[in-house]
């Protein structure tokens, strides 16, 4: 089985400049997550979408961050504009219900996003 | 008050120890709970689930106490690829349906030979 496709794998931005994070999550699982990962903390969840619908995005900044899942299949995250504080690994997952959607996590590599 | 805290070490212990590694949780609600191990610069990768009764796979065993909110780790016999970050997670839904998942920041180990 294909793992969670993720791009790019790195990115520079300046501050102030916008920037797109594109997944593609393992085929058949309809729940797809954003975290986010500061170096030296645990990832953070940003953002879930359950096929095309959010289901929680509590802790994503919406006055800069929106991430979207059109078809219920590919998402894209979207930062703009950028601060240097967003600097971190963004990671997206998926997951299938199978014994409950929480055991059934996948992880992509990630993109690592540094804003100068 | 953060939902999962976790002693962020590091650890540094020679081959063949046994290492312990501990969290807490705040949502006394939670459903599930998991041990992860992070690579350097990769993706976090699901070690164990933890359940009450609690759970060995191999030399590593995971202890849940619902009643104090504290999970628990232990590696046995550790070996030079036990390197890595564990992070303690926590699933607080119930009926596991929305499948959040809250991580710790990590216990970082270093095993030397």
């Known amino acids: 089985e294909a793992g969670v496709a993720q791009s790019p794998r790195y990115k520079i931005i300046e501050k102030r400049q916008s920037v797109a994070f594109w997944c593609n999550p393992i085929?058949?699982?309809?729940?797809l997550y954003w975290y986010q990962q500061i170096l030296g903390q645990g990832p953070k969840l940003l953002i879930q979408?359950?096929?095309?619908?959010?289901?929680?995005d509590s802790q994503l900044p919406k006055d800069r961050f929106s991430a979207e899942r059109l078809k219920g299949v590919d998402s894209t995250l979207k930062i703009q504009p950028a601060k240097l504080e967003d600097s971190a690994v963004y990671l997206c997952a998926s997951s299938s219900p199978g014994r409950g959607y929480s055991y059934g996590y996948t992880f992509g590599s990630g993109t690592r996003l540094t804003v100068v | 008050r953060k939902e999962v805290e976790q002693d962020p070490g590091p650890f540094n212990v020679p081959e063949g120890a046994t290492v312990a590694f501990n969290c807490t949780y705040s949502n006394s609600a939670s459903q599930s709970f998991f041990w992860y191990r992070q690579d350097c610069r990769k993706e976090p990768k699901l070690l164990m689930s933890v359940y009450s009764s609690g759970n060995e796979d191999g030399r590593f065993t995971a202890q849940l106490n619902r009643a104090s909110q504290y999970i628990s780790l232990l590696i046995r016999d550790s070996k030079l690829s036990d390197s890595a970050t564990y992070l303690c997670?926590?699933?607080?839904?119930?009926?596991?349906?929305?499948?959040?998942?809250?991580f710790g920041r990590g216990t970082q180990l270093t095993v030397w030979p």
């Open positions: 979408f359950q096929n095309n619908g959010v289901v929680d």
């Open positions: 085929s058949g699982h309809a729940t």
């Open positions: 997670v926590v699933n607080p839904d119930r009926g596991s349906t929305l499948g959040r998942l809250y």
